[in-house]
């Protein structure tokens, strides 16, 4: 597994500055989550760390190598997006064992067999191997994504609110099932999420977004007790904070 460094990264697309001079270390085995209101930079992040975009300025380093012009074949990693992409004509066995097959990997058919075997168990869809994927409902297509990911034992998972077209009850079940798949498995997870509570609940550590810059890093704890600002303090938290005007001598003036 490995810890992944961004070092004064910075993108901009024309005028729209998507990320600012960000440095960033998330430790080897951690699970951060991005927090962000729309257009702060989180899924920018994960297509610098991924391969799938470059940055301007900065460097991105994952198990201390330099990654930063490499493709995303070269990185060892894998991502979850929002958008399950599954290979709708191949059945969900075929799916999982896809990522199994590339060339660069040369996987032996009984190493195939073991992994998919036991990714389809943890994530309970042992049942469903030999459907079409298109015969799935949303929550295990999800699952199958998720899956493809974890066949593949990359050294680091992102993940691109992977649960929020799911409904409720699933979100909460997938929401224990990935935080114990990370803490068994020791990758290090970098997660996006406009949800609260997936962020109090699953993250070792979060890393407020706003406007492309990185305003604070820590605990889901310290940035809930000891927030950096305002911005921070109303990322984290459900219900969200309140805030009341009060002088600088602490007193809150009489309510209206
Ligand atoms: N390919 C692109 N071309 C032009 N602008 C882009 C591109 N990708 C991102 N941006 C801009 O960069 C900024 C950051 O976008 P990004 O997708 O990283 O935000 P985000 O925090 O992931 O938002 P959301 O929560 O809506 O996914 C936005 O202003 C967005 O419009």
Known sequence: MAEVALSKVSRSFGENVALDDVTLTVPDGAFVVLLGPTGAGKTTTLRMVSGLDVPDQGRISIGGRDMTGLTPAQRDVAMVFQQYSLYPHLTVRENLEFPLKSPVLRTQRAEIDRKVGEVAEVLQISHKLDNKSTALSGGEMQR????????????????????SSLDAKLRADLRV????????SGATLLYVTHDQTEAMTMATHVGVLDRGRLVQF?????IYEDPVSIYAASRLGSPRINLLPVDVFGHAPPLP
């Open 218 to 222: 820590g605990t889901p704890r310290e």
């Open 177 to 184: 099932e990935l935080k114990n798949i990370q803490a068994m």
């Open 144 to 163: 199958v994504s998720i899956g493809r990911a974890l066949v593949r034992d990359p050294s680091v998972y992102l993940m691109d609110e992977p649960l």
